[in-house]
């Protein structure tokens, strides 16, 4: 079985239905990642003892007669801020290379093994996730697959960078400010952030707060919307989960046709580089060209809001870590953490209380926006891909704005999705952003899967890894 030309569900599927066996599927993905991970460094660490021993377990369940799930014997690889049993969670921090290793799954991870995949390792994030590059003191640097010197994004680089290059094709991400839409769209992946409760996080309290969710990772939409039917739905263990779709999402694709209207917000008024403008311009003619009627607005909100976000991100950051900011521990941090624990701890109770208050003008704001069209599109990224430990640029010039489109839609919770539109001259991929009401989740997924239709085959489809 060719895994970078299967999605997930046909894996378990073909598993399930005795065409082939878990075992040889897992081990089909530790010779991937043998022979791809070298040069990319997607992989904090592979266990192939566990994971082979997990898929026998699956196996065997299924010659008993039982049915291990729809995701039988598929290959998950776990970003590492989150648990998955019998895995050490380093968060990409050195603080926490030498802890135990997990006893229990995250919530998300639970719900995929239940679903019979099979956790084969940890994916590299920076540490505890605090930028858009991918690049820890456990793991060294990742690689963008299509280009070794580029940045594969963050903070779920790593998951990203493995589903690229077919290592496996199922990982986990979080998006606090992008993490998940960042690195979807530098690899040329489809990327979806829901609506914050609708896969629900935990056990423990979220590293990034009200900021962040967790969700699946794949290559294409089209099979993304299937794990996320097997993720989505309420757990009391996180108290602003959401109650499940008032529409299972397993037949959310069928009858699929371009959406009626959209708004396509080009630069929201900021400075956008020239390639990417013209990339994602492009796809939004073809979406134009299959009947959608395309409304251009001007601006998006009134003030761009990166300030109350910042302050939240700041304080959140200085929260997880203030415990070692006066001790020997605090030299093993990231300089660029300790830049923004020290910048958090200066952030006053009413200026978080302000930062919140944001969310509901912000969230107004958007609501009168969408009374226009249901739908906003935009893109994924203002700049063009950095060299790993740089910043990205527009019109050659380095700017830390290059992600400016991805931080809004935490802030106020809105779910959002990344798909591959096309590449830049440098043959980098240009990702377009799709962005919903809340609750809309499903009209985003479905629009991305139009437009995964409608724009040329993305980079893993094209080329080997280079």
Excluded at 117 to 136: L, R
Aim: proline share 10%; glycine share 10%.
């Amino acid at each position: 079985m060719d895994l970078l030309d299967e999605a997930p569900t046909a894996i378990g599927a073909a598993v399930r239905h005795g065409e082939t066996r878990a075992t040889e599927v897992v081990a089909a993905a530790l010779d991937r990642i043998s022979e791809r991970d070298t040069p990319i460094g997607a992989f904090v660490v592979v266990d192939a003892e566990q994971a082979l021993a997990a898929a026998d377990r699956v196996d065997r369940a299924l010659a008993a007669g039982d049915d291990p799930g729809p995701l039988a014997g598929v290959p998950l690889a776990v970003k590492d801020l989150e648990d998955a049993a019998g895995f050490v969670t380093t968060y990409g921090s050195a603080l926490h290379r030498d802890d135990p290793p997990a006893t229990d799954d995250s919530t998300l991870v639970r719900r995929l093994t239940a679903a019979g995949a099979v956790v084969v390792g940890k994916t590299a994030t920076p540490e505890f996730g605090h930028m858009g590059d991918t690049v820890s003191p456990v793991s060294g640097t990742t690689s963008n697959p299509w280009a070794l010197d580029r940045s594969p994004g963050g903070s779920s680089g790593g998951s990203a960078a493995a589903l690229a290059t077919g290592m496996v094709p199922l990982a986990t991400g979080s998006d606090g400010g992008g993490s998940i839409r960042i690195p979807a769209a530098a690899c040329g992946l489809a990327g979806f952030k829901p609506t914050h409760g609708r896969i629900p996080l935990g056990p423990a309290a979220p590293n990034a707060g009200p900021l962040s969710t967790s969700g699946p990772m794949t290559r294409r939409t089209n099979d993304l919307v299937d794990v996320l039917a097997l993720c989505v739905g309420p757990d009391p263990a996180d108290p602003f989960s959401l109650p499940p779709p008032q529409t299972p999402w397993n037949d959310l694709l069928d009858g699929l046709a371009p959406p009626a209207r959209v708004l396509w917000a080009p630069d929201w008024g900021y400075a956008v580089d020239a390639a990417v403008r013209q990339v994602t311009g492009a796809a939004v003619e073809r979406l134009a060209d299959a009947g959608t009627e395309v409304i251009p607005v001007d601006a998006v909100v009134d003030e761009d809001p990166v300030v109350p976000w910042y302050l939240l991100w700041t304080t959140l950051m200085y929260r997880r870590l203030r415990a070692v900011m006066d001790t020997p521990a605090w030299d093993q941090v990231t300089p660029g953490l300790r830049i923004l624990c020290e910048q958090g701890a200066q952030v006053s109770a009413a200026e978080v209380l302000e930062a919140q208050d944001a969310v509901w003008r912000l969230n107004a704001q958007l609501a009168a926006l969408f009374d226009t069209a249901p739908l906003l599109l935009c893109p994924t990224l203002a700049g063009r891909l950095p060299r790993s430990g740089k910043d990205g640029t527009i019109d050659g010039e380095f700017t830390p704005m290059w992600v400016r489109f991805t931080y809004p839609f935490n802030l106020t919770r809105h779910p959002a999705g990344s798909v591959y539109a096309g590449s830049d001259p440098e043959g980098m991929p240009v990702g377009l952003q799709v962005i919903g009401p809340h609750l809309a989740d499903a009209a985003v997924l479905r629009t991305m899967a139009v437009l995964d239709g409608l724009v040329g085959p993305p980079p893993w489809e094209q080329t080997a890894v280079r």
